[in-house]
């Protein structure tokens, strides 16, 4: 199994400033066929289930607002929320779909300051 | 827009089967999509239990996989989760999702928790 680490498993920031969440694969992830990473970023609020952000690593679902923002290739990748809202408080997940057993990251907590 | 269901249990008893249902709107079960089920507990996180293909294809997390089927009916647009000799660490949040092919799981149900007691 891809074994995906996050850190911190939590932080807190002030409203406005950056938040940045990383993601460690333990093998690439990277389809080289195609050129992209096989990683995906999810937001989770209290009682709700995970919703998709970011997938291929860097794109932006439909509908997410433009200061989630990720990269990374390989093995490594980040998650930046360039200027924490309320609303951001949450906690993120990464997920690979390169191989299976799909797996998940255990999560990153964010909390305002 | 796609709209996904989970019913079934809250409540099973140990040695039991616990069954699930997703049912799936705004999107026909038979299109290139995989269906998935996901758990989710305090103490494991996330974890992918399996998928399907309308084909009927699956693929099962290796560590649930001796206990696991899951199964799709086409004429109701819904796919279900069987998961037999349950104990107290199957007690977890439930949730059905929709993943392409080589893809991210783009839509969830709301999840359904499941406890496993006596």
């Known amino acids: 199994d891809i074994v995906m680490t996050q850190s911190p498993d939590s932080l807190a920031v002030s409203l406005g400033e950056r938040a940045t969440i990383n993601c460690k694969s333990s093998?690439?992830?990277?389809?080289?066929?195609?050129?992209?990473?096989?990683l995906a970023w999810y937001q989770q609020k209290p009682g709700q289930p995970p919703k998709l952000l970011i997938y291929w690593a860097s794109t932006r679902e439909s509908g997410v607002p433009d200061r989630f923002s990720a990269s990374g290739s390989g093995t490594d990748f980040t998650l930046t929320l360039g200027s924490l809202q309320a609303e951001d408080v949450a906690v993120y997940y990464c997920q690979q779909y390169y191989n299976t057993p799909w797996t998940f990251g255990q999560g990153t907590k964010v909390e305002v300051k | 827009q796609v709209q996904l269901q989970e019913s079934g249990p809250g409540l099973v008893k140990p040695s039991g089967t616990l069954s699930l249902t997703c049912a799936v709107s705004?999107?026909?079960?038979?299109?290139?999509?995989?269906w998935s089920w996901v758990r989710q507990t305090p103490g494991k996180g996330l974890e992918w239990i399996g998928e399907i293909h309308h084909s009927g294809s699956t693929n099962y997390n290796p560590s649930l996989k001796s206990r696991v089927t899951i199964s799709i009916d086409r004429s109701k647009n819904q796919f279900s989760l069987k998961l037999n000799s349950v104990t107290a660490a199957d007690t977890a949040i439930y949730y059905c999702?929709?993943?392409?092919?080589?893809?991210?799981?783009?839509?969830w149900g709301q999840g359904t928790l499941v406890i496993v007691s006596s």
């Open positions: 999702a929709r993943n392409a092919a080589g893809s991210s799981f783009d839509y």
């Open positions: 093998q690439s992830v990277l389809y080289s066929s195609i050129n992209k990473n096989q």
């Open positions: 705004g999107d026909s079960i038979s299109s290139s999509s995989w």
